[in-house]
């Protein structure tokens, strides 16, 4: 009786790597999911904070195709690993400050070294020719092989056909004719094959989670690496305060985090041990974090930004509460910013 080979599948959430998967598990493969948590890519994290994205599944993708699946999933933490990857990317940046070709090696390194102490055969990606113009382009998919050290044990079950066949379809594991030819950008051959196995709901077709790929997230993460003279480290709560409010930067030494809506207020409340924070009381207003080292003056500066997106905006003068993170209070009196008044550089 022959063996059941075993495949580990990276699982973004996105529906290619969960076409992927099932595409191998028509063939009796046994198949899991591995999924490496980096702290960029949380997509449910906004949609359930904002009241705008309230509509939005507030799920984890990941575990959600998993569960379609009916296969078990693996989260594995490479916050700190993945900094390496972030801060000096050998093949460089994408439109943003994606490192995208970088970021897809090292997650297939890691699914590697996972089958070898799990008793895995081989690796499956959703990647398909074309689709992606740093990473999923022919020219790169050998680089990554390579790079990654997976080699042939790396397939891509949804563009196959158009690569040289991998270990598992020249030792006969797989059927490269149940394999597929997917290239370029179209996702109609994709939502074709999601259709044929019943799947009706699923991620935006691309996937596409990863916040570093979003231009205003990335420029909030290039301004905070230069307030910091250069210093390219950061932990788990930057990552998730890039994601919101309104960030205004009136000085190198200082940012001013402005809560859009009362569901940002909430979160932010969460970091008041942490931050200088300011609140409107005289009239309704937002919650404001201050990051950095403000003067005596930036803070005046910071409670009239914080009085002009409350409702006082209009009023000749807002009472402003100014709370240390030691839990030290006072109370202060502004003239709220005008409309014209706050330079549109300071916005990041």
Not at 84 to 111: E, Q, R, S
Not at 113 to 120: A, M
């Amino acid at each position: 009786m022959s063996t059941q080979r075993k495949a580990v599948a990276l699982i973004s959430g996105g529906l290619d790597s969960m076409l992927a998967a099932k595409t191998i598990m028509d063939q009796g493969i046994h198949v899991e999911g591995i999924n490496f948590f980096t702290g960029f890519c949380v997509e449910g994290h906004t949609h359930a904070i904002r009241a705008k994205d309230k509509d939005k599944p507030k799920r984890n993708n990941s575990l959600w195709v998993a569960e379609q699946l009916g296969i078990k999933l693996h989260i594995v933490d490479v916050i700190e690993e993945y900094k390496d990857v972030l801060i000096n990317p050998k093949h460089g940046y994408g439109a943003n400050m994606n490192p995208c070709l970088d970021c897809k090696i090292f997650m297939v390194n890691k699914a590697k070294q996972w089958t070898k102490e799990n008793g895995f055969d081989f690796i499956i990606t959703g990647e398909v020719i074309g689709q992606r113009p740093m990473s999923q382009r022919k020219a790169t998919m050998p680089i990554i092989s390579q790079e990654s050290g997976a080699d042939d044990l790396l397939l891509r079950p949804l563009c196959a056909k158009s690569l040289p066949p991998t270990l598992p379809e020249r030792e006969g594991w797989v059927d490269r004719e149940k394999l597929h030819d997917f290239s370029g950008r179209s996702r109609k051959p994709q939502m074709e094959l999601a259709e044929q196995y019943g799947f009706v709901d699923y991620a935006q077709p691309a996937g596409g989670c990863c916040f570093l790929t979003d231009a205003n997230y990335s420029a909030k993460l290039v301004d905070l690496w230069k307030a910091r003279d250069g210093n390219k480290q950061y932990d788990l709560d930057d990552v998730m305060l890039l994601k919101v409010g309104r960030h205004i930067r009136p000085s190198q030494n200082f940012k001013v985090i402005v809560a859009r809506e009362e569901g940002e207020g909430r979160f932010m409340q969460g970091y008041k041990k942490e931050f200088i924070t300011l609140n409107c009381v005289s009239h309704a207003g937002p919650l404001v974090l201050v990051d950095g080292s403000p003067s005596a003056e930036d803070l005046f500066m910071a409670a009239r930004i914080t009085a002009r997106y409350g409702q006082g905006r209009n009023a000749e003068q807002v009472d402003v509460n100014i709370a240390g993170k030691d839990g030290s209070e006072r109370v202060i009196q502004v003239k709220p910013f005008g409309a014209d008044e706050i330079p549109q550089e300071w916005y990041i």
